[in-house]
């Protein structure tokens, strides 16, 4: 009989292929894989020939060995019962498995061709120098009906040596198992699956040591393993064939006879088991009742005298993708990162269950590829949520944090499971869980189609989804705090004239701590979703930004990768990456610890190791398409350009491979080095590639110390009003930069003019001026961020004066929808929308793409053209923008230069506002110390000055806007635009 190996190979040259055989030292020479057309090699030894030949085609080339065997002694397929078990004692790389197989095989002193061609195959693919492995072929050069069993053990040791290789194909109708014993017999064993049920085929082969006419059918002694496999089940009785006993009161074993073959020496048993338990180990031996050949019973177990152990249910799976993946025909694939992990194993949990109702444990040799721990299950109908236990050697010197006790969130989990009361106690805590879960039906986006807003004409706001539709919104119960609760407050956006919201992180994250501290990076925060849990919140999501895609806005995810909620090892919370790897997912110190970082938490993620850089890139694929997501602003973007030792990257992997990723091509990117948490900004210099947008912290600063009268400021007052040059003149424009006054951390609008720099009075106060000069001041905070270029963004709170008493901290107070209606309220309200309105109707001169021109620009103080740059006490600076708008005989110019003026001083100023072009006038706009509705009007107010030689009035703290009009215009008795 012959045995053919057929190995493809690509495009490689030269490689060779070694063997050996495996009781004997000579050596089959090498077969180089040149240009030639064939090559061919031929080594006889004793009853056994071992042919090699190498072919080659323009493209590949082929390597094929066959063995001729004269023996007929029992088969070598014994070596690889380490690995039909699924619970197989051997680990390492192939190479080593087979050795120690072989080893065990020699001390037989038996002879076998076959175990010498597989021997050498694996000794040479160990060696690796063919390339990777594309196609394995097996087949025998005999037509013998008798050799039938032959055949199917050959396919059966093929699936299995393809296993050990990491390329599984396993059917998922039919695995086929073969098994010797000690005393020379065979167990094959078949599992076939239908959408009902299980059929588990036995065949037992003992005619070496029954007699031919023996009538005494062997035992299946049974039960199966559900839990880690230590947890030992026995069937119902009605679930069991018939004749089946229990051995000890039920709790030992089951024990069903086999039937009887026509040739006596072959018995065969069938099992069936409803689909729904899958998926279990069946482990058996076989008992030899006495009989009149045997006056005692025996017990048949393995060559190495081991149980039988049979999967059902339960494949090799595939390292693709991480996370769980439903296949079409219903099974599912498990796949986990772990490199420190010597052990893995998949927790699977009932609706109700606080620990764990079945424990898959993932053998290497079978159920690891690289560093991918995967397995996958042909049903889990009973099964709803899913965890990981991982083991591994403790070294706090080398980062390790293994605990065999803790059930471990899939850092790929899509959906985090309800909590269970109970699920986090010992003996198995399980802080958070996957959840089995899926969408019924794909999401209808319809024809949704983004609003592809340009980036320098977004007006942004930034808000938190449970605190904006909080109790006072008005909103039904199910509503509030969820993403459809903010659908119904789309009419507020439009007030205000916002075309884009950013969302605080929406991803899970501890409740009590807030949206900053994120315990996953794919799964929604659950109680965003009207059915609170993660698969509403999924789909709420969803039609959130449907509807308001609908309605022309824009959705900017708020994001942060640089920590989570497990904190350090002063005080860890094992959740899911520091029991998983620890030592690669965080940055560690020269000793091993988790290093805290700048930015006010108690560990830093380990952003560019390549495992946590694919982590981060498919997190925000998964966003992209799964959410239809428009951009992404990064918290503690310094976190992505921090390598492994918490140096600074020039050129960090992690953002080159966001910038450049196809998928996220079109989005939104935003850098935000400020932290959430503790209001630290770490000053870097991020590599934007022409891409990234800042959140220019900068303009907060200079802005606020303006405004509020710091001598010193009119330098990087203006340098602010302009675009921030200093900071993106390199390449970028305005547009890049994301300006702001107030944050998620630190004072709101309303304390920034109430605490600290007062206007007055600390705190609350009923006194009229200084009630009267925070209004002013609130307006020109406002003034400025809308009329300086770049994008405005406004927190949540500021247009109604939401005020957290003074603290900085990341507020979680509901937003009061009362106060949106109060006074203050309305007056803010009106003055945002018209700011709004103005910066879209001179888009020209505001919404611009790249910075103004020098001859665009004239700086006034007191006097027109003579800005007082270098007196440290003035506080008062102008602006005058010149239109290039040109009058043409088709169209009138209606628009011309905008004049912006800033007076900080807290007494007035008389200054001479310069003369409006040829043939204009001037009209206010704005002048924020006028009473509502007069401190801003969209047409204008014909400009008045007090005084004969042009002097204006500034009111102290104050700002103006004017605008030049054709003179034409303004003798129109309307008295319009």
Not at 566 to 586: C, H, L, M, V
Not at 606 to 617: A, F, S
Not at 620 to 634: A, K, N, P, Q
Not at 800 to 823: C, I, L, R
């Amino acid at each position: 009989m012959a045995m053919m190996l057929v190995k493809k190979l690509g495009h490689h040259h030269p490689c060779c292929v070694h063997g050996r055989l495996s009781n004997n030292p000579t050596t089959i020479e090498e077969a180089h894989h040149k240009t030639q057309n064939c090559n061919e090699l031929q080594l006889r030894r004793r009853n056994c020939t071992v042919r090699l030949s190498v072919l080659r085609n323009s493209m590949c080339g082929f390597v094929k060995l066959s063995a001729d065997r004269r023996s007929t002694h029992r088969s070598p397929w014994d070596a690889h019962k380490g690995l039909i078990m699924i619970r197989g004692q051997q680990n390492g790389d192939n190479s080593e498995i087979y050795r120690k197989q072989q080893q065990s095989e020699n001390n037989s002193q038996e002879m076998n061709s076959e175990k010498v061609f597989w021997s050498a195959f694996m000794w040479g693919g160990g060696g690796g120098k063919a390339s990777e492995e594309k196609t394995i072929h097996v087949e025998e050069d005999d037509d013998n009906s008798s050799r039938e069993t032959q055949t199917t053990g050959a396919q059966v040791v093929a699936t299995r040596l393809l296993t050990a290789h990491k390329k599984s194909r396993i059917s998922s109708a039919c695995q086929k198992f073969l098994f010797h014993t000690a005393d020379e017999g065979k167990v094959r064993v078949s599992v076939t699956h239908s959408a009902t049920q299980y059929t588990v085929e036995i065949q037992a082969d003992i005619s070496n040591i029954q007699s031919q006419n023996c009538d005494v059918p062997l035992k299946l002694h049974w039960g199966l393993f559900r839990s880690d496999s230590t947890d030992w089940v026995l069937l119902e009785p009605e679930e069991v064939p018939s004749g089946t006993t229990y051995i000890n009161g039920s709790t030992e074993a089951m024990q069903t006879p086999f039937v009887i073959g026509p040739h006596g020496g072959v018995q065969t048993l069938s099992l069936t088991f409803d689909a729904k338990m899958a998926p279990f180990i069946i482990n058996f031996v076989l008992l030899n009742p006495a009989s009149s050949s045997h006056r005692e019973e025996s017990w048949i177990r393995g060559n190495q005298g081991n149980d039988f152990c049979v999967p059902v249910g339960i494949r090799r799976g595939r390292p693709d993708s991480l996370g769980i993946t439903w296949q079409r025909d219903g099974s599912v694939n498990f796949a986990l990162y772990s490199k420190h992990a010597n052990n893995v194993i998949l927790c699977l949990y009932t609706a109700d269950a606080i620990e764990p109702s079945l424990e898959i444990d993932l053998d290497q040799s079978v159920h690891r590829t690289g560093d991918v721990w995967h397995v996958q299950l042909e049903s889990l109908e009973q099964y709803s949520r899913y965890g990981y236990r991982c083991k591994g050697k403790v070294g706090w010197e080398t980062g390790d944090r293994f605990h065999a006790r803790y059930v471990l969130l899939d850092p790929y989990a899509k959906f985090i499971a309800p909590h269970v009361a109970g699920q986090e106690d010992l003996p198995s805590p399980a802080p958070v869980l996957g959840w089995l879960k899926k969408e019924k039906l794909p999401f209808d986006w319809g024809d949704e189609i983004p609003p592809c807003v340009p980036l320098e004409c977004l007006v942004a706001y930034r808000l938190n989804v449970g605190s904006f539709t909080g109790e006072s919104s008005g909103l039904t119960a199910d509503l509030q705090g969820t993403f459809l609760g903010l659908i119904e407050k789309v009419p507020h956006f439009h007030a205000m004239g916002v075309n884009t919201i950013i969302l605080q992180p929406v991803f899970a994250h501890e409740e009590y701590r807030g949206c900053y501290y994120p315990i996953s990076f794919f799964s929604v925060m659950g109680s965003y979703g009207p059915e609170r849990h993660s698969l509403s919140a999924s789909i709420a999501l969803k039609k959130l930004v449907k509807e308001l895609h609908r309605n022309g806005i824009e959705v900017i995810l708020d994001v942060v990768y640089s920590h989570t909620a497990e904190d350090g090892d002063e005080a860890p919370k094992t959740i899911s990456f520091r029991g998983i790897d620890n030592a690669n997912y965080y940055i560690l110190d020269k000793f091993g610890i988790v290093l805290k970082s700048d930015f006010g938490t108690a560990n830093s993620f380990n952003c560019n190791h390549p495992i946590v850089q694919k982590l981060i890139t498919d997190s925000l694929r998964y966003l992209v398409e799964e959410f239809h997501v428009d951009g992404f602003c990064f918290s503690n973007a310094s976190a992505l350009v921090t390598g492994p030792h918490g140096q600074e990257l020039s050129r960090p992997v992690l953002v080159e491979d966001i910038t450049f990723d196809p998928l996220l091509a079109s989005v939104k990117l935003i850098a935000d080095a400020c932290s959430p948490i503790n209001g630290v900004c770490k000053e870097i210099r991020f590599p934007h590639w022409k891409r990234w947008c800042e959140w220019n912290t900068q303009f907060k600063t200079d802005v606020r110390r303006f405004i509020r009268g710091e001598h010193g400021q009119l330098s990087s007052f203006a340098t602010r009003l302009c675009g921030s040059g200093d900071m993106f003149a390199d390449g970028r424009g305005t547009q890049y930069s994301f300006n702001h006054v107030t944050a998620p951390y630190g004072f709101t609008l309303t304390d920034l003019v109430s605490y600290s720099w007062n206007c007055g009075h600390e705190g609350p106060t009923s006194d009229p001026a200084v009630i009267e000069t925070r209004i002013k001041q609130v307006r020109n905070l406002l003034v400025t961020l809308f009329l300086s270029q770049g994008i405005p963004v406004l927190n949540m709170g500021d247009e109604y004066g939401h005020s957290k008493n003074g603290m900085v901290d990341v507020d979680s107070t509901s937003f009061q929808w009362d106060a949106v209606e109060s006074e203050f309220g309305e007056q803010t309200i009106h003055l945002i929308s018209m700011l709004s309105a103005f910066r879209k109707r001179r888009k020209e001169l505001l919404q611009r793409i790249c910075f103004l021109e020098a001859g665009m620009l004239t700086w006034h103080g007191i006097q027109p053209q003579k800005p007082c740059w270098q007196s440290s006490d003035s506080n008062f600076l102008a602006v005058s923008i010149h239109s290039q708008a040109k009058e043409s005989e088709s169209r009138v110019q209606t628009f011309g230069d905008l004049y912006l003026a800033f007076n900080a001083h807290p007494s007035l100023v008389l200054a001479t506002i310069p003369e409006p072009p040829q043939n204009m006038t001037w009209v206010r706009i704005a002048d924020s110390s006028f009473p509502y509705p007069d401190n801003f009007l969209l047409e204008g107010t014909h400009l008045e000055f007090p005084s004969p030689d042009g002097r204006y009035n500034f009111q102290p703290y104050s700002s103006v806007v004017l605008e030049a009009r054709p003179v034409t215009q303004w003798h129109d008795p309307t008295g319009s635009a």
